[in-house]
């Protein structure tokens, strides 16, 4: 990233304090007007989980970022044109916007353990980003999750780091490819120890040695890092009681100095609020870790009062403000942003029939094929013959939004089909391929009858949530959970946690309608076949005794035809886990441990081919 150096220290040399601190501030979208981005120097502007312009659709995201981007341009005798870089999470396709195709979560695509298609899937993701005039995506999620529990498991590619290791230079390679008209710039995150929390607790603390956080959570970082990665987010949990985002340590020493990262760290979601009660003192602890842009959603204007104050009471070194802007100058010149024309005039923005088309579809069909998993299937059920009588049940069965899980739309997901536009339900892909398929009126399979079904396909598991709205835990009982076999035995405060998704990992507690659904279907003597969703593994033991066959699908997103094709054999099954599969709660299996003894160990999958179980 050499060849812009004397570009940025000219562009440099001509900005003021108020124009070096506004480079460094990231506001939401609904915080922010254009002409408030041009008075205040604003660096970039980006749109939370579901926070979206107009109605949605490409052009809306084209006419808004293009508003944001003409005012950063402006040129006057107090204004300096430094084009804007707007950010979305875009973890898993384009999926805050209508019509994108969307993706199976990573959680699936460790599943596939196919990197040469995460290059494809990260190239068809950016060209859907860019269709809509935005530059940035906070992805990919490099977790290590080594607990299930933890509400963001299905954003983590595997519990062992070898997977994503593999997968995350590939990923980066294929959002930023040549960072030309195709590209847009990746970020990978939460820099460090997320998946590491104590008990899966999201945003809790990382209670692992230097030697632990270096194996497990450090590998993918250096990878994406050696691939070119330009920004890097740094995680809203802490490390040994201290918070990510005032770690000097971490940002500092090891990021950039031992790593050798010359793009620009942003804080994750108004996290520097809960470094200190007194804001001021919070921004000067982020500041001094190394952190370089503040996603500050709503008080940005304190954060650049607070900033530049303790700039000029040294309590701040002016070369700390530098080194910030100076790597946050350097993205944008490295990614070709100051010679790109506006948003509404780019090559992608011009071509918004590229948006949804079958061409990207055909990406995802193929991820959702190679991420299903079989962990049962007794007397070769599976695959089913197109011709034979199928009953479809299940409440997952035909909605989209469910399929597609958090992160989709709104921030906490979709529950319905039309949410999601384009792409098939479960059952409308089952449809297509044996059209004598008959789907459940009330989804519960009352009309089951052996005189007309041979078979009933019952699609089962989790509805869609983000981040620690998904935890598993029994509220107030942390202390407790200190002495599970595996974990470390420091007791915790989760006194702010509200609500979570449910208080253990037992499908059948958290959802008890899904194995009503299985045992009125065989009690009426028609043999299941179980086909699971959702963002992690859970403990199935009665709903894998009461089916005939059972298939993970994870969160397989909008090309549920993917499910259907596998189910009937147009292609064979050959997902493997790239997590320890539970058989109980209290225990907490990663592959590597002491006397190993999960349900299904990492890398189990049945496939069809018999040869290779
Ligand atoms: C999440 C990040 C996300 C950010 C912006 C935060 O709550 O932790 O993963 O990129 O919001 O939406």
């Given at each position: 990233?050499?060849?812009f150096e ?6 440099m040399?001509k900005m003021?304090l108020?124009q070096?601190?506004g480079?460094m501030?990231q506001p939401?979208r ?10 205040h ?5 980006l749109?939370?989980?579901g ?10 995201w084209?006419a808004?970022?293009?508003e944001?981007?003409a005012?950063?341009?402006e040129?006057d005798d107090?204004?300096?044109?430094i084009p804007?870089?707007?950010g979305v999470?875009?973890?898993h396709?384009?999926s805050?916007v209508?019509?994108?195709v ?9 599943a596939a353990?196919?990197?040469?298609m995460?290059?494809r899937i990260?190239?068809t993701?950016?060209?859907?980003i860019?269709?809509t005039?935005?530059?940035?995506t906070f992805?990919?999620?490099?977790a290590?999750?080594r ?11 595997s519990e062992?780091?070898?997977?994503v290791?593999?997968y995350?230079p ?7 490819s040549?960072l030309?008209?195709?590209s847009?710039?990746?970020c990978?995150?939460?820099?460090i120890?997320?998946g590491?929390t104590?008990?899966?607790?999201d945003q ?8 632990e956080?270096?194996r497990?959570h450090l ?8 691939a070119g990665?330009l920004?890097?987010m740094?995680s809203?949990n ?24 010359r793009?620009f ?5 108004d996290?520097?609020?809960?470094l ?6 919070a ?9 370089d ?5 709503e008080k940005?204007?304190?954060f650049?009062q607070?900033t530049k104050?303790l700039?000029n009471s ?15 100058l350097?993205?944008k010149?490295?990614?070709?942003l100051f010679d ?5 005039e ?6 918004t029939?590229?948006?949804?088309s079958k ?5 995802a069909?193929?991820a ?9 299937n007794d007397d ?5 013959e197109k011709?034979?009588r199928i009953l479809?049940?299940?409440?997952n069965?035909?909605n989209?939004g469910h399929?597609c899980?958090g992160f989709?739309?709104n921030?906490?997901?979709?529950i ?6 384009g792409g ?5 892909g089952i ?11 009330n989804?519960?399979g ?6 007309q079904?041979?078979?009933?396909i019952?699609?089962?598991?989790e ?10 835990r029994?509220p107030?009982l942390?202390?407790?959970?200190s002495?599970?076999?595996n974990?470390?035995p420091i007791p ?8 979570v998704?449910a208080s253990n990992l037992?499908l059948?507690e958290?959802h008890?309608?899904d194995?009503?659904?299985?045992n009125?279907?065989?009690?009426r003597?028609v043999?299941?076949?179980?086909v ?12 894998l ?5 059972f ?7 909008s ?8 189910l009937?054999g147009d ?11 539970p058989k ?6 990663n592959?590597?441990?002491p ?10 999958g049945?496939t069809?081919?018999?040869?290779n179980n």
């Amino acid at each position: 990233m050499s060849n812009f150096e004397k570009r940025i220290s000219e562009l440099m040399a001509k900005m003021n304090l108020d124009q070096m601190v506004g480079q460094m501030v990231q506001p939401e979208r609904q915080f922010i007007t254009p002409e408030q981005v041009k008075k205040h120097h604003i660096g970039s502007v980006l749109s939370g989980g579901g926070s979206v312009p107009g109605d949605n659709k490409p052009e809306d995201w084209i006419a808004m970022n293009d508003e944001y981007w003409a005012a950063s341009m402006e040129a006057d005798d107090e204004h300096l044109a430094i084009p804007i870089v707007y950010g979305v999470d875009a973890i898993h396709g384009n999926s805050n916007v209508t019509g994108a195709v969307v993706f199976p979560h990573n959680i699936g695509l460790g599943a596939a353990k196919d990197p040469e298609m995460m290059e494809r899937i990260a190239r068809t993701t950016a060209r859907e980003i860019a269709v809509t005039g935005v530059e940035w995506t906070f992805a990919p999620t490099l977790a290590v999750a080594r607990n299930s529990h933890w509400g963001r498991t299905y954003e983590s590619y595997s519990e062992d780091p070898q997977i994503v290791t593999e997968y995350a230079p590939r990923f980066v390679r294929g959002l930023q490819s040549d960072l030309g008209e195709e590209s847009v710039i990746g970020c990978v995150k939460h820099f460090i120890g997320d998946g590491a929390t104590v008990h899966g607790i999201d945003q809790g603390d990382a209670q692992i040695d230097e030697e632990e956080l270096r194996r497990l959570h450090l590998p993918p970082y250096q990878a994406a890092i050696d691939a070119g990665v330009l920004t890097v987010m740094a995680s809203l949990n802490s490390w040994n009681g201290l918070k990510c985002h005032e770690h000097r340590y971490l940002l500092t020493d090891i990021l950039k100095d031992e790593l050798g990262f010359r793009g620009f760290i942003v804080s994750d979601w108004d996290g520097i609020d809960c470094l200190a009660e007194d804001f001021g003192k919070a921004v000067e602890l982020g500041l001094n870790s190394g952190m370089d842009m503040f996603m500050v959603t709503e008080k940005w204007e304190e954060f650049i009062q607070h900033t530049k104050t303790l700039v000029n009471s040294g309590r701040i070194p002016k070369k700390r403000i530098e080194d910030a802007v100076r790597r946050i100058l350097r993205v944008k010149f490295e990614f070709g942003l100051f010679d790109k024309p506006r948003p509404a005039e780019r090559k992608l923005s011009k071509q918004t029939e590229i948006f949804g088309s079958k061409e990207h579809r055909d990406v995802a069909l193929e991820a959702v094929r190679k991420s299903l998993v079989m962990l049962k299937n007794d007397d070769a059920l599976l695959p089913l013959e197109k011709s034979t009588r199928i009953l479809v049940a299940g409440k997952n069965a035909n909605n989209r939004g469910h399929q597609c899980g958090g992160f989709t739309v709104n921030w906490q997901g979709a529950i319905s089909n039309e949410e999601i536009v384009g792409g098939q339900s479960i059952w409308e892909g089952i449809q297509t391929l044996a059209p004598s398929a008959v789907l459940s009126d009330n989804l519960e399979g009352n009309e089951a009858n052996p005189d007309q079904h041979d078979v009933a396909i019952v699609v089962i598991g989790e509805t869609p949530y983000a981040e620690m709205l998904g935890d598993i835990r029994v509220p107030g009982l942390l202390q407790e959970y200190s002495t599970f076999p595996n974990s470390t035995p420091i007791p915790l405060d989760d006194s702010e946690v509200a609500e979570v998704y449910a208080s253990n990992l037992y499908l059948h507690e958290m959802h008890p309608e899904d194995i009503a659904t299985i045992n009125n279907i065989t009690s009426r003597g028609v043999p299941v076949v179980a086909v699971m969703l959702g963002g992690r593994p859970l403990v199935v033991e009665k709903e894998l005794e009461a089916s005939s066959a059972f298939v993970m699908a994870w969160l397989p997103g909008s090309e549920g035809h993917g499910v259907a094709d596998v189910l009937f054999g147009d292609f064979d099954i050959q997902g493997k886990l790239s997590f320890s599969w539970p058989k109980y709660d209290n225990e907490n299996w990663n592959v590597g441990d002491p006397n190993y003894n999960p349900r299904f160990p990492y890398g189990f999958g049945l496939t069809y081919d018999k040869t290779n179980n």
